[in-house]
């Protein structure tokens, strides 16, 4: 990381009475900075708002470049989650629970 730059974030976060968050771009110049390094700068949450959807747009286009070439999933099976897996990701269980005692 630039020194310049640290020395900036340390400067705000030092000023500002109050937790700072950090937007980090996945690809910009300060998205190799480590959490350890983040905090030792003052701040208290870092998000990474494109991290997801590159991710995501990564393995679609892979998965459906072999779907395009091998006509089925056969290639992406073991890099894909089970349908048990996805619901328990999505946190399915607690929603359909919120949705019992919640009802219209």
């Known amino acids: ?13 030092e000023k500002v009475e109050a ?6 771009d996945t690809g910009g110049p300060l998205a190799g900075l480590h959490s350890d390094q983040l905090h030792k700068l003052g701040i208290a949450l870092a998000i ?6 590159n991710a995501l747009g990564f393995a679609m286009r892979e998965a459906l470049g072999h779907l395009r070439e091998d006509g089925h999933t056969g290639a992406m099976r073991s890099r894909m989650l089970s349908a048990a897996e ?3 990701y999505l946190g399915l269980a ?11």
């Open 48 to 53: 990474y708002p494109s991290l997801i959807r």
């Open 94 to 104: 607690e929603v359909e629970e919120w949705e019992r005692r919640f009802q219209a």
């Open 86 to 88: 996805y619901n328990t």
């Open 19 to 24: 937790p700072c968050m950090f937007n980090l």
């Open 1 to 13: 990381m630039h020194c310049r730059r640290a020395h900036e974030i340390r400067d705000v976060t």
